[in-house]
Structure formats: C-alpha cells, structure tokens
C-alpha cells in the first residue's frame, strides 16, 4: 500500500493559504502583521523544498507591498521585526538576491537597540515596555546565528553566543523542561505558558549554532529542549497548546505548532535524532486527518466577494479567485468584532 503523498498535500495547503493573499497589500487577509512574515517563510520553505515556484511571486510582491504598513519591516514590536527577518533570510537563500539579505541585517541591527542591561542583559518584547519574553530572545539569537551563516564579517556570531548564554542562565526553562513565556520584573520566570513555538524556534538558533562553531553541545541542549517538549506538549505523539484545554486559541497561537514542527526539522538536519522524523510526520498526517474544512467552496465566503466574482451556480475554484475577493477568505468566519490591528483579541498577552 502506497504512503501518503506529502507532496500533493502540501501542495494542497499552500494552495488554500494563498486563497488569503492580498497582493495590494503583499499580506495575508485575516491575520496579523507578524503572521504573514510566517505565512511568507511557509511559501519560500515550499518552494524551496518541492522545487514549484507556482507561487514564488509572493516574494517580490510582499517586499514592495508590504512596506507601505511598516517601512523596512519594523515596528515597535522586536519580535515581529525577527519574524520579516527570517522571512527575508529564506527568501535570500531560495533567489540569491541580496536585497532581502540585507533587509534581514537592517532587521537585526533594529532589533539590537533592545538589548539593555535588567536582567544582565536580553532584550524587551517592545520599545514601550520592560518585559523580556522568550520569543523575542529566542528568535534574536536564532536570527543572529543564521546571519553569521550568510554574513560571517558582521560580527552576528558574538550576538548569538551572548544572547543564548544570557538566556540559557537566565531561567526561561522551567522545571519539566520546557520554556516558559518570560521572566518577572525580579528577572525570575514568569511560570508562563509554555508554548510549543517556544521551544521551536531557539533549536533553529542552536542548530546554527553548532554547524558554525563544530561545537555538539548546543545540539545536546537542543535535544533536552526538543525531548521536553515532545513528552510534555505532545498527549499521544500529537501536539497541542496550552490553550486547547478550554479557552480558544486565538490567530497568533493557531501558528505556533508548525513554527515548532518548522524549527524541529532545521534541528533535525545535523541532529538526526531518529524520533523527530517520525514525529513530524505523525502532525503532519493529524494537520490532514483533522484539521482541514469543508472544502474551497467554504474558503472565499460570498460577503468578501462581489456577487460578479462568485455566482451560484459556478464551481467554487473559478468563482472566487483570491484576486476577486475584497475580505477575510476564511471558512471559520468574519474577524470578531472590535479586531485591532496587532492582536486578535484585547487586552493582549505576552508574547
């Protein structure tokens, strides 16, 4: 009996991604601006890995179009300038164009302005507060590493050595292992949610880390985190957020577990651990199995088109291409009431 074809789904999930593209804006409808930096990076790791560039011509577009909303892809929110930096390190690596190189190091440099000296060091979640969260910590030192591998002159690699120092003393990781969401104004950890891209993206950091320096000790601390993670966020080999036993997830935390199941494969490169790859896999047939909607007929709802662009009686992939539709092409519904820009949902919570 054949195995799946990981190929033809992920094909399929690509697609369905792009239904939300909004050229004008180089966005993703429906999410948040951080969100589309991954949603951009899925695109380029597809299309890297299968080789089709049906969908490639994001890339460019994204660049210029999304710009208009934040000028060199920087807000006052450090870990979603880290977010476009990634973004824009993969989209080097696929087209060799050094433009999106160097909008990764203007990212980087941006973001060093947040490192200060509470807490011995590390840097704030946002340029109006003093919370330091491990998302922000962990994507620097990841994005750090990563430009030394492109960059070796930029002195990236001191950055990366000093963030994962100071954040590995610091006690982000708590009892069980995993990473909690930050530390207290006593610098002590919060006992925050440990989210499951919270223990992904610092392997994509010390996985780099390793290949750059030869040294395997950053591969042994990956693996605790790694091994922490898959024995405590995964019941039954399948992950699952803390926001599942109860509340809603909301936009931000529906993304978290490919980031993880994304970082784990970058980790699993020089690794090897030979449960990863089983893992892995394991999600990716529960993402198929139970985590898909009824269908492109419920992916671009009529409301978010003209009536022109979706009659009734056409079939729903040529009645409403993603290029008709005017809203949010999501079959779970319209954005709650009162969305603001940043965050699905008020008050906001530490990321």
Not at 124 to 145: C, Q
Not at 195 to 209: D, H, K, M, S
Not at 297 to 303: D, G, L, M, R, V
């Amino acid at each position: 009996m054949a195995g799946p074809d990981y190929r033809g789904r992920a094909a399929a999930g690509i697609t369905a991604l792009q239904w939300w593209y909004q050229p004008r804006t180089g966005l993703w409808a429906g999410t948040g601006w951080w969100n589309s930096a991954s949603a951009l990076t899925a695109v380029i790791r597809y299309t890297q890995l299968t080789g089709d560039a049906s969908h490639a011509g994001v890339i460019a577009t994204t660049f210029t179009a999304a710009q208009r909303q934040h000028t060199r892809f920087v807000n006052t929110y450090y870990d979603d300038n880290a977010w476009w930096a990634l973004a824009w390190i993969a989209a080097f690596d696929l087209t060799r164009n050094s433009r999106y190189l160097e909008a990764a190091k203007g990212i980087f440099t941006r973001n060093t302005a947040a490192w200060d000296d509470s807490c011995g060091g590390g840097l704030r979640w946002h340029a109006g507060s003093t919370y330091k969260n491990a998302i922000t910590n962990e994507l620097f030192v990841t994005l750090a590493a990563l430009l030394h591998q492109r960059s070796p002159e930029g002195g990236y690699l001191s950055w990366a050595q000093r963030g994962w120092e100071w954040f590995s003393a610091r006690g982000f990781l708590g009892p069980a292992g995993l990473v909690n969401d930050g530390i207290t104004r006593d610098c002590q950890n919060n006992g925050g949610p440990t989210w499951t891209y919270n223990q992904g993206v610092i392997l994509g950091g010390l996985a780099a880390l390793s290949e750059v320096t030869g040294d395997r000790g950053y591969l042994t601390q990956g693996e605790a985190i790694a091994a922490a993670a898959i024995r405590g966020l995964a019941p039954g080999g399948i992950l699952a957020e803390p926001c599942e036993s109860g509340a809603v997830c909301n936009e931000d935390q529906a993304q978290f577990k490919g980031i993880f199941v994304r970082f784990l494969y970058d980790f699993w490169r020089p690794s090897r651990q030979p449960g990863y790859r089983g893992f892995i896999l394991a999600n990716a047939d529960s993402v198929w199995d139970h985590a898909r909607n009824a269908g492109p007929e419920s992916a671009c709802p009529s409301s978010a088109c003209p009536s022109s662009a979706c009659p009734s009686s056409a079939s729903p992939s040529s009645a409403c291409p993603s290029s008709a539709c005017t809203g949010p092409a999501r079959s779970i519904g319209p954005p709650p009431p009162g969305r603001v820009p940043h965050w699905t949902s008020s008050p906001p919570r530490p990321r």
